[in-house]
């Protein structure tokens, strides 16, 4: 395990264990968010990534363990409660509301009257889209402006920390790079815990990264790190999993 | 800065044709005992005009009832068979109140403002907050059921409810009070609220009555606590992630649905001049079930042409089919499920669409053949 800056973590998850009905998915989970810093958890299908962020938000609380959420324990609490303390998140399979048009969708989010109007100019900045399509009901959308509306929502009400699934689930490469502009910008003013299967993406974002297999946590540090070590790469996330370097190489070759 | 999306103040919109058809809608209802009177000659308390007007406030009142279930099942998502218990909670509450308490109070208690006798009203004032506050707490009810359970689980425990509660109503041990199984009858209203005396008066009252709660709930749903009851329709737990309470939301539903449902069945007694044990039974839950099928889930007005159907198809099936009409009426149901899936208003509003570009075609299509032939009369065709 690598660098912690002590006393600096907004999140901090230790050692939770979480089951699904009788299912023990989680078995020894941790997991630490530094304060303005993009964390991404990585680890195959099904290691426990989302459960993870499940976990956090309350929909499957933890058995065991603790979640500290800027200083306050957190686990336990019902879901809307630990929502409304400032953690937004963005599930991986577009929950958006889609009986409601772009703008319900929105307003919804508030949590204060008028969160919307307040960053109405930055969120169709990030994703002008969502500005043409307004007034559209949520069904009418393509699943990358789904996707957009999804995280858009999240950036509605004042979060200190967005927890996003997997945001590049099923997009167009145009979009992929749209998507990872809105996330970087967003990291400007919120902390944000990432789950993400696409590497490549995932490091050029994240300055740390925390490995989740078979649903324990095995290895967490910074991303420079990560990039370099191959073999690790390869051993947790798959062989098929290609690290920028490689793909560099690979580049070099070819050419 | 970004350029804001035009929101729904910054421009005046022309009316819609929903409004329109409200206006219409509220004109016709009320000319028609007058145009009656006019075709039919007979007078405006009596005959055809007096038949036709007693229809028309069974149809209001059902309209409001089905219009109350349609924000629980349409708008909610929650199937509740116990609804009836609101209607028939209403109709009890007015029904025991105006038959046991009003009259000794209006005789030992006359309430004078100089020389207008203000009893009455009152007494009716009263009565209306007791049948608010009944409708409130058998929703509470309800909504305090569904907190751990649903879908059929749910379902299956508001007919328990229900059906307990028509038990209580129909017991022997109540027959004093709530006449048993006969039901409360004989309730005692002001003449200018006597349908039988008034009927004109009970019928722009109803009328008045279905519109204002068409209002009422479709400012209600379009409000942003009914944009919420609309998502949490669609997934709790989504609503939970983003900081709500689906219960508190479930409840508020279940409490608007049941005071609507209550002050239908307040009416509904005042039209019969009676409540039976069957405005709480289950087929009364059901009866709103099929309105708000037919006319469309989740559309407001599709409930008051699901009642407006039912009506028309209970007075005349009767008199055409004696006492099989409810099996032809299972089997016209049967059809508008099949052939229009999603109720009247519904499928309509979903093939609008189609049928207008369908239209356009058929416009298009003339008018493709007047611009082929215009070159031959010599004239120019019109430029693009």
Redesign the interface.
Known sequence: MSEQIPGNDLLVVDRIETFIGQFHILENVSVCVPKGSITVMLGRNGAGKTTTLKSI???TPPREGKIIFDGMEIQGK???NI??LGI??V?ENR?I????SV??NL???E?KKGDFERK??FI??LF?DL?RL??LPGNHLSGGQQQMLAVA??LV?ENKLLLIDEPSEGLAPILIQQMMEAIRKLSETTTILLVEQNFIMASQLAERYTIIDDGKTVQEGLMKDLIEDTDLIHHYLGASIKTRKELEMEHESEN | ??????TQKAVKKPMKVKEVGFLVFIALMALLPFVLNLITGTGLNEGVTKFWQGQLIAFFIMAVFAMSYDLLIGFGGILSFGHAASFGGGAYAFGLLMKHWAPNFVKENPIMLGNTDLTMLVVLLVVLLVVLLVSVAVGLLFAVTSMRLKGTYFAMITLALSTALFIIIKSTDLHEWTGADEGLHGISLPVWLNPTQNRLTVYFITLAFLCVSYLLLRRFVNS?TG??I??N???E?????????PVTYRTIAFVVASIFAGLAGMFFSIWNMSATPTMISAVTTVNALIMTIMGGMGTLIGPIFGAAISQIIQQFFYTWFGARWPLIFGVLFILIVMFLPYGIVGTWRLQKGNLREGWKRLLRLFTTKSEAEAPESGQKPPSM
Do not use: C, H, W
């Open positions: 938000i309350g929909l019902q879901a809307f929502a409304n937004g998140y599930p929950a509301f889609r009986a409601l703008q319900e307003k919804l989010a949590r109405s100019d169709f900045e002008p500005k307004y007034k929502r999240a009400p | 800065m970004a350029e804001k999306p035009v942003p944009r919420v609309v998502a329709r669609e997934n737990d989504r609503m939970r992630m983003i900081g709500y309470n």
